[in-house]
């Protein structure tokens, strides 16, 4: 079956960075667009960034330039490198298998804080 699993949420400075990464297995990873999303609390989950390949991604306005989305097809692994994070940043963010028939991960909390 279809699993997805966040890891490297945490708590982080303002201006900080952190790298999340999401393992996918029980499907062709390389076959499918992949996605980062957030959820802030009393705020509706919304796109950071999805990849299909590295001539292929796009990045919501809020994130540009200071996120980057990669995928490491042999490793069935997909990354979210946040960089300058801001208070803003602080969600839930879950990594998603595009598609037809989507799939969720259980998400990582970040939370960026003094």
């Known amino acids: 079956q279809v699993q997805l699993v966040e890891s490297g949420g945490g708590l982080v400075q303002p201006g900080g960075s952190l790298r999340l990464s999401c393992a996918a297995s029980?499907?062709?990873?390389?076959?499918?667009?992949m996605g980062w999303y957030r959820q802030a609390p009393g705020k509706q989950r919304e796109l950071v960034a999805s990849?299909?390949?590295?001539?292929?991604?796009n990045y919501a306005d809020s994130v540009k330039g200071r996120f980057t989305i990669s995928r490491d097809n042999a490793k069935n692994r997909v990354y979210l490198q946040m960089n300058s994070l801001k208070p803003d940043d602080t969600a839930v963010y879950y990594c998603k298998r595009e598609g037809w028939r989507a799939y969720w991960g259980q998400g990582t909390q970040v939370t960026v804080s003094s």
């Open positions: 990849i299909l390949s590295p001539y292929n991604l």
């Open positions: 029980g499907f062709i990873f390389s076959d499918y667009r």
